[in-house]
């Protein structure tokens, strides 16, 4: 809201004030400093905060305010399979990420008409970012934000292979595991819940970075390449999954490791340039092997190498979740 509100109008229209981001901004620390804006933020706090405190004192434990419906005395045939379960367990999420992968995407895009212009007096350290060059800034503009996307999907990718986790922890896991579905089922049908999420996040990435940038430089053939451009960090992102799934296989209490491969890779990623930093250094990360479309050509090599590593490391974290004891904690 806070960036649609700069777009609308240079120094933030109304809509930014929808944004507590935008509160802490209009404070306009190094310009014209106000208290105003400051003290709106940590009232809201406290209000939220005070209301939280009575939400917790009315409601059961385990529990929200709207009791839930009782649901049917017998599951509907659909969910029978450990990979429906694990779709309907993540349906929400992967409803949510896409819509706002979507929305900043298209927010992104509709900027592309306007990146040559704002863009073309950059230092050269940090035109390098985007191309290196004032000739292909939107190339790298819209090469540039994909990467971030990938980013972001690689996000969702870490908190559903998390639920796996979680299920252990909590002992959900253990009734279904009494059932004829095996260890190695319920594992792989919530990775595969989690790599179908990732081909959906990317597309309405894709396409919402897309159809900005063709509605901003008046070049339609955009949104098709966007999508293209997104999509082929397919690969990259479930090898991120692949890692995770790797960790819980093998040492599920050092799970939350894979935070550290995602974000510095994509810190090197994205400043390594600027720092001069060798090509080796981000090698870590999956996302740093996918070519930054539509400003570097495809790279059919690195896309199957990719997809294969991903395969070898998730027969790996499922092997290890075969013959591994439950942890509960």
Known sequence: MRGVGDVLERHGSAVSWLSPIAWSQQTRAFVDPRWGPLALSFGF??????????????????????????????????LATPFALALRLQRGSIAGWGT???????????????????????????????????ANLVDGFLGL??????????????????????????????????????????????????????????????LGTGLGAAASTGEPTRAAASVWAHVGYVPAVPGIAAIAAALFGLVPRAFDLVWVLVVCGYLVGSFGPILNLPDSAGAFSPLNHVRQMPLEPFAAGSFVALVALAALVTAAGLAAFRRRDLLSA
């Open 45 to 78: 706090a406290a209000v939220a905060a005070a209301a939280a405190y009575r939400v917790v004192d009315r409601r059961d434990l385990g529990a929200g305010l709207v009791p839930p419906r009782p649901g049917r005395d017998e599951a509907a045939p659909a």
């Open 100 to 134: 706002g992968l979507a929305l900043t995407g298209l927010f992104y895009g509709s900027l592309a008409g306007s990146i040559a212009e704002s863009f073309a007096n950059l230092p050269e350290d940090i035109l390098v970012l985007m191309g290196g060059s004032t």
């Open 145 to 206: 934000t994909g990467y971030t996307m990938a980013f972001l999907a690689s996000c969702f990718v870490i908190l559903s292979v998390r639920r796996l986790r979680s299920e252990e922890q909590s002992g959900r896991i253990e009734p279904v595991l009494t059932t004829a579905t095996s260890r190695a089922g319920w594992m792989a049908s919530g990775l595969s819940v989690t790599a179908v999420g990732v081909v959906a996040l990317l597309a309405l990435a894709g």
